[in-house]
């Protein structure tokens, strides 16, 4: 029996599958925000040319997309997460 208990405090003190999947998903979004910053920062250190000419690029448009879709996608996984609590 103490071979059991001891069992069942090592499963309660590491995180369920929704916190992993969670902090997992927070992570990633934190990572692609703070790339996206360095882009606008780089962005910004370009001559008016240059920027103007990258701006118009289907990359730089795919990039605009990207970024709006992972506005929304934190905004899901925070609606996932407290779905998770109730």
Same mark, same amino acid.
């Given at each position: 029996?103490?071979?059991?208990?001891?069992?069942?405090?090592?499963?309660?003190? $590491?995180?369920?599958?929704t916190e992993l999947a969670h902090s997992?998903?927070?992570?990633?979004?934190?990572?692609? &925000?703070?790339?996206?910053?360095?882009?606008?920062?780089?962005?910004?250190?370009?001559?008016?040319?240059?920027?103007?000419?990258?701006?118009?690029?289907? =990359?730089? =448009?795919?990039?605009?997309?990207?970024? &709006?879709?992972?506005?929304?996608? &934190?905004? $899901?996984?925070?609606?996932?997460?407290?779905?998770?609590?109730?």
């Amino acid at each position: 029996m103490a071979g059991n208990d001891n069992q069942d405090a090592q499963v309660t003190d $590491e995180p369920d599958q929704t916190e992993l999947a969670h902090s997992i998903i927070e992570s990633l979004l934190d990572h692609t &925000r703070v790339v996206s910053d360095l882009i606008a920062v780089m962005a910004q250190a370009l001559d008016e040319d240059t920027q103007r000419a990258l701006t118009q690029t289907a =990359q730089w =448009q795919a990039y605009l997309e990207s970024r &709006r879709r992972m506005e929304t996608t &934190r905004e $899901e996984v925070e609606k996932f997460a407290e779905m998770m609590k109730d």
